[in-house]
């Protein structure tokens, strides 16, 4: 499998039982399912984003991002409890791709990101 967004070659990480694919580019992390909500729940499992956020900002900014698996255009997704992760969703349902950093960012929620999201909320119900 090649990366989305760099083109580069991806490699398999196991991390108690759960296997995702991290490119050996950019960092990037390709969750197949929805297993990045899995993982999430596990402790430690930060440990597979080892690429440097910085980097990851940046190649966050492409657009026209297609599926590694069925090569479609993906959705560009902001997550619902934290909006200022930015993430890319195969609508066809084959997974999602994570920045360098942004798994990180995504398995550590802040107070200040949970008053965020209840402003989101808010907002939505006006």
Not at 6 to 29: L, N
């Amino acid at each position: 499998m090649d990366c989305p967004k760099c083109d580069s070659i991806m490699e398999d990480i196991t991390f108690h039982g759960f296997t995702v694919e991290r490119c050996t580019q950019c960092k990037g992390i390709w969750f197949p399912g929805v297993e990045h909500k899995e993982l999430k729940k596990l402790k430690g499992s930060e440990s597979i984003d080892i690429g440097d956020a910085k980097q990851g900002k940046e190649y966050d900014e492409m657009e026209n991002v297609h599926c590694p698996e069925c090569d479609t255009l993906m959705d560009r997704v902001a997550d619902k409890f934290q909006p200022h992760i930015h993430y890319e969703a195969c609508h066809k349902g084959h997974g999602f791709y994570f920045d360098a950093g942004e798994f990180k960012d995504f398995k550590e929620e802040t107070l200040g990101d949970f008053v965020r999201s209840l402003g989101m909320f808010i907002k939505k119900k006006k």
